[in-house]
């Protein structure tokens, strides 16, 4: 049974009865009123809420004793080892089953940050973290108790050691606006500056950072912001590594898509039927693709010129329940989605269809992302209900539910980075989570 599933809340011996609560503890019925105030403690909320922390806890348990099991039956490192050298196991089913073990078999540890200026660290809750494609660096928006957002990075080189070092200052342009999205941008060399959209009431702000802004240097001789622009409500951006749009990155907006090269100003804008809410540019090609709130996924060859209407979708596929998080596979012949209703799908390209479903993911509303590892064949997400699942690419089997290590809530939802090496080509493997004012790392051994 999912851990975060609530089909538990009727005992199934006992009838259910319209606004009644039936407690199997003391083996009786409670009204339930309507209403959600402190003078109404047994709500249907309340209820859910109280059965979903008690087996948050009994998960979290389980884990400190290392009772949690493998999912499926006989996986052990000497069932597999024996089976490897019988000739029973290919090296490819042999690789990717020992990294279903190596998942059941992660520990949390806890990471002592560090900061300059030891009154940042430990300080603002995380909301967003995002690694570079090395993953030497995660970057960090912070919320704030004021409004707005912190921001800083996160240097992965003392992960192996007993404690992370960060270097986190004060962002000097928009510290009042919150943050939508955030990529890292390759401009004068691999992962040099930060794309974020930022909103405030109105309008909103796309901002190009370099990076080198987060650093122990001299402030004097920090780089100022390359480019910035108001906007109306950005939802996503991305930036292009295609050569033939070099220095281009796309906003995601309200029924539009704006691509800005940042060196020459220009800027291409689509129109599009619904709010953009994912992106990500294929590598091989010049090639967009969005995800729409409508449930819409489409691709934009950006090369061309703007054009009315919708001819210029070249490829189109259809959710049930708007888009949240795309990813575009290695070899870019399929596409992985993931959208409020909690499906994630993986598309064939070639064909337009859908040819796998990976289950569990929990989503009504909100923005989450996916976190996909091809070289170890896994699929990682944290679900509005705060779960970190992991699953298999290959067949699309749950190989563990991870529980948030603080309660449920909002604003508490985990944000994750999964790498087989963290702090570098040197690096330790292992899963990150942040979540509130605090850091874990999961060994991956």
């Not at 709130?293 to 070249?314: T, Y």
Request: glycine fraction near 6%; aromatic fraction near 8%.
């Amino acid at each position: 049974e999912d851990p975060s599933s609530s089909s538990s809340m009727q005992n199934s011996v006992a009838p259910e009865l319209p606004g009644f609560y039936y407690d199997p503890e003391k083996n009786r019925y409670f009204r339930l009123l309507p209403g959600h105030n402190n003078h109404n403690p047994l709500t249907k909320d309340s209820i859910q809420h109280k059965v979903m922390e008690c087996k948050r806890l009994r998960l979290l348990e389980e884990e400190e004793k290392q009772n949690q099991k493998t999912t499926r039956a006989g996986l052990n490192s000497s069932v597999l080892l024996q089976k490897r050298q019988l000739g029973l196991l290919n090296s490819t089913s042999y690789c990717r089953l020992v990294h279903e073990l190596k998942v059941n078999c992660m520990q949390r540890r806890k990471i002592e940050i560090h900061s300059p200026d030891s009154s940042v660290a430990g300080t603002n809750n995380f909301k967003i973290i995002v690694a570079d494609v090395a993953c030497e660096r995660i970057f960090t928006v912070n919320d704030v108790e004021h409004g707005g957002c912190k921001y800083g990075i996160i240097n992965l080189s003392g992960l192996g050691k007993e404690s992370l070092t960060v270097e986190m200052y004060d962002n000097l342009y928009f510290t009042n606006r919150k943050v939508n999205s955030v990529c890292w941008a390759s401009l004068t060399h691999p992962d040099s500056h930060l794309c974020l959209m930022g909103i405030a009431e109105t309008p909103g702000c796309a901002s190009l950072l370099p990076a080198s802004l987060f650093s122990s240097t001299n402030p004097g001789d920090r780089p100022g912001m390359l480019c910035s622009f108001k906007i109306s409500t950005a939802w996503s951006c991305a930036w292009c590594l295609n050569p033939q749009a070099d220095n281009c990155f796309s906003t995601g907006l309200t029924r539009r898509v704006l691509v800005t090269n940042v060196v020459t100003g220009h800027r291409q804008t689509f129109g599009t039927s619904s709010d953009v809410l994912a992106q990500q540019f294929a590598t091989q090609t010049p090639v967009l693709y969005n995800g729409c709130r409508s449930g819409e996924v489409f691709s934009i060859d950006v090369r061309q010129r703007n054009r009315k209407g919708q001819s210029w979708k070249a490829i189109r596929l259809f959710h049930g329940s708007a888009v949240t998080s795309i990813h575009l596979m290695e070899a870019e012949h399929y596409l992985m989605a993931a959208d409020m209703a909690g499906k994630i799908k993986l598309w064939d390209l070639r064909t337009a269809k859908c040819v796998k479903q990976y289950k569990g993911h929990h989503n009504e509303y909100a923005l989450l992302p996916l976190h996909v590892n091809e070289e170890e064949g896994l699929l990682t997400a944290v679900g509005q209900d705060c779960y970190t699942r992991i699953w298999s690419l290959q067949d699309a089997h749950l190989l563990r539910t991870i529980p948030s290590p603080h309660p449920s809530s909002k604003d508490a939802i985990p944000s994750v980075v999964f790498s087989s090496r963290l702090g570098g080509s040197r690096g330790v493997p292992g899963l990150l989570m942040a979540v509130k004012q605090d850091l874990y790392h999961f060994s991956y051994n």
